[in-house]
């Protein structure tokens, strides 16, 4: 395995929590936990992006959101990883390209709250990360009903199955919408507040 890449065994179900964790905080740990729990999985690495082609401001320095994501996220089975800056891939279907060639054998799962399906159609290259991975959509608050009648999800609704443990055999696409206790905890409000200056 190469130096500073997450190890994975043939077989292992990993779940895939991208973004900017520009910081994270408590709702990224809840998220991340319910996903292990209600999705089987064996691992989460949490992708700690360069940047998001979304927003047009760029995040705090990527060593200080690595820093601030391990500070939060204390679980063993949780890893804190730079792969897209390692990798030097911008988009998500790159870097899931590039993880299926790496890890041959390793079934990935892509995790996201129900608040970037709202959006997910905006994403590069989105029905083809629906097409290489299955998909697992956690609740957020305010982003339920809007999560369930997104683009996306209207597009791909005949690949949505009922349970989160579901993506763990299942072959894309197949997507899941968890239920959950939700924790309201906000990177932008964190950043509004004035509590992360990066």
């Given at each position: ?25 408590g ?5 991340t ?9 064996d ?16 995040p705090?320095?990527?060593d ?55 959006q ?9 990360i ?21 683009k ?9 199955v ?5 993506l ?15 924790d ?5 409000a ?5 509590e992360?200056r990066?």
């Open positions: 395995m190469r130096a500073g890449f997450p190890v994975a065994r043939r077989g292992m179900v990993i779940g895939l929590l991208g973004g900017s964790f520009d910081p994270a905080h709702g990224h740990v809840h998220i936990r319910e996903a292990l729990k209600r999705m089987g999985l691992r989460v690495w949490w992708l700690v992006s360069p940047g998001n082609p979304l927003k047009a401001r760029g705090a320095p990527l200080l959101r690595m820093a601030r994501a391990r500070a939060v996220m204390r679980d063993p089975r949780v890893v804190v990883s730079d792969l897209e800056a390692r990798l030097g891939t911008r988009f998500t279907a790159e870097t899931l390209e590039r993880l299926a060639a790496i890890y041959p054998g390793v079934r990935f799962v892509w995790l996201m709250g129900a608040d970037n399906l709202g997910f159609h905006r994403w590069e290259r989105w029905g083809d629906l097409r290489m991975v299955p998909v697992g959509v956690l609740a957020r608050p305010g982003w339920g009903v809007r999560g369930r009648v997104s996306a999800a209207r597009i791909f609704r005949g690949e949505r009922a349970r989160g443990e579901v763990r055999v299942r072959d894309a696409p197949a997507w899941c919408f968890v239920n959950l206790p939700m309201g905890s906000s990177s932008s964190i950043r509004a507040r004035g992360w990066g």
